[in-house]
């Protein structure tokens, strides 16, 4: 799952509307540069990576194209700043509707959507992991009396199920569902008459600069807007994305009492727990979710000196983009085939800014992490933003084996880091855990490219955090391609800098050390990386990790 508000915000926003007439106004105080990120401390007073400097450092140096997979809710193709730096299938011929390099998968020119249908449609929304597996498990363990008499396959599956039965049931107050559904169709009704007055689908806070309604329905989700794109300290957040993580919330709560509807099967039509039956979906990877994904490839890659809209963190990157995130929890089958097609079409490192509570078909992500480890892939995982230790509470997908507790030596969990003039040098949605989480990056009021073609706005999240990551481990395998993923890693690790102050840890008033809250205890820095890299000595075997997949399609009328 990928949200762009904050879970707990929405709540604030959902309360307010529920319980008092109106908010107070809320402006967005702390201004950050466009790009702030990016910038050196040291010059700019910002904690950003001090990319600059590390160019300055690379000047000279040869540089060798990178794939980098982006694992998400899809890509605008059409966009200025990413049509030149997205992947091109070099076995495919665009359009002939023929899978001319045999690899399962016909006119996969971009990459591949495995929330699609054969016959053209996407997944757009989906339920919950918790739900499903909630539901999924009713009937075999609601009336377990003693689990100490279940085998053990059936003793974790019944540990699971109690867990996802106290999320989807015990945290959830029925008697607020009416009026979270009213509230609903409240917004959409007024939502409405803004459109009508803006003449534009989908706006912003920005664009209700300056918007002075006169129908009281209208003004109300001025209000309302206004409110919540100040919580999140985040003025490009739409109406569209406020809407959508309502009606998610409220998807959520209606679990509690019915099975969620099967969106992805209605749609994809696989036979889901059979992991051979894996050449499904389509080759549509813009879809109709694209802005999450296409905000993530803009930070790792979006093309450099070109004179429109902002500079990428890799100069000589292509996005392979794979669709395999919904509006809702993402499956453990589609995240699975997701990393091996990465892998098996030349990724050296997998972005994957989602993440989700439960993984019941672990076992099939584990068996891909493993692939990509054997394959010398980097794999790159967003922490997540519900401002919990995530050493003792559940993100997944996760580096460590369900088989035997052992851990890939090929993954980087991310935190999000923001700056002092921002709110604070860790953000205060982040997950964190000194165990779980490798290093902290930039993920506050991250600007880069959104879907219209020539759009730029702001998000913020660990899922902005992690291509930040992501983007440096690319320019380091530019300039360094015989490093292995466990010297990048450790390159990114060793040389993170580490702020002499306090900070807040996330959920908390508390000041703590970054160290209790990461297991480097710093913030990632480009130029100590690329500098860091440069006394390695690569071990990576030069052989073509671009290989075929061994499995024969499974033939479905």
Request: proline fraction near 4%; include cysteine.
């Amino acid at each position: 799952m990928n949200k762009v508000i904050n879970r707990s915000l929405l709540f604030s926003l959902i309360a307010g509307l529920i319980f008092s007439s109106g908010f107070a106004q809320t402006s967005i105080k702390e201004n950050a540069p466009k790009g702030w990120h990016l910038l050196n401390k040291q010059t700019s007073g910002y904690y950003g990576i001090s990319l600059d400097k590390a160019y300055d450092f690379l000047k000279g140096k040869k540089s060798t194209p990178v794939i980098v997979a982006v694992i998400d809710s899809g890509v605008d193709t059409t966009h200025e700043d990413l049509k030149s730096i997205l992947w091109h299938n070099p076995g495919e011929i665009p359009g002939n509707g023929i899978d001319d390099d045999k690899n399962g998968y016909v006119d996969d020119v971009y990459g591949w959507n495995f929330i699609g249908g054969r016959d053209g449609r996407n997944v757009k929304e989906d339920s919950y992991e918790a739900a499903r597996v909630y539901h999924e498990y009713k009937g075999k363990f609601e009336d377990v009396t003693d689990p100490s008499t279940l085998s053990k396959e059936d003793k974790d599956k019944y540990e699971m199920w109690v867990k996802a039965k106290q999320q989807v049931v015990g945290e959830v107050d029925l008697s607020l569902l009416e009026k979270y559904k009213q509230i609903a169709k409240d917004m959409i009704v007024e939502d409405l008459i803004i459109q009508g007055d803006l003449k534009k689908k989908e706006y912003n806070c920005k664009d209700l600069n300056g918007y002075n309604p006169t129908a009281v329905a209208a003004q109300k989700i001025k209000q309302t807007m206004t409110y919540i794109c100040g919580l999140n300290k985040n003025d490009d957040i739409t109406n569209e994305q406020i809407i959508e993580d309502l009606q998610g919330e409220i998807r959520k709560m209606e679990s509690a009492q019915k099975a969620p509807e099967d969106y992805r099967g209605e749609i994809v039509k696989d036979n889901y727990n059979d992991f051979s039956d894996r050449f499904y979906g389509n080759n549509d990877v813009m879809a109709n979710t694209p802005f999450h994904g296409t905000h993530v490839s803009g930070i790792i890659a979006a093309a450099r000196n070109n004179g429109v809209g902002i500079d990428g963190i890799a100069d000589n990157v292509k996005i392979m983009m794979v669709r395999a995130v919904p509006d809702g929890d993402e499956h453990d089958k589609d995240i699975a085939l997701a990393i091996r097609y990465a892998v098996d079409n030349g990724a050296k490192v997998i972005n994957m800014s989602f993440g989700k509570g439960f993984s019941p078909q672990k076992d099939w992500v584990d068996d891909a992490v493993r692939y990509a480890q054997s394959k010398g892939v980097l794999l790159v995982h967003a922490a997540g933003n519900d401002a919990a230790d995530i050493d003792t509470a559940w993100n997944f997908p996760t580096p460590v084996f369900k088989s035997d507790g052992k851990r890939a030596s090929n993954w980087i969990t991310v935190g999000a880091s923001g700056d002092p003039k921002l709110g604070g040098l860790v953000a205060g949605f982040s997950n964190y855990g000194k165990k779980e989480v490798e290093v902290f990056a930039p993920g506050v009021k991250i600007y880069s490219t959104i879907p219209g073609g020539d759009t730029y706005g702001d998000a913020q999240g660990t899922s902005m955090a992690s291509p930040v990551v992501a983007g440096v481990a690319a320019l380091i395998l530019e300039y360094y391609p015989s490093l292995t993923p466990e010297q990048v890693k450790f390159a990114i690790e060793k040389s993170a800098l580490k702020p002499d102050m306090k900070v807040k840890n996330p959920g908390t008033d508390d000041d703590v050390d970054l160290n209790e809250l990461s297991k480097t205890g710093g913030i990632l820095n480009a130029y100590e990386a690329v500098k860091l890299a440069s006394t390695l000595k690569g071990e990576r075997k030069q052989e073509n990790i671009k290989t075929k997949s061994t499995v024969k399609p499974t033939k479905r009328g």
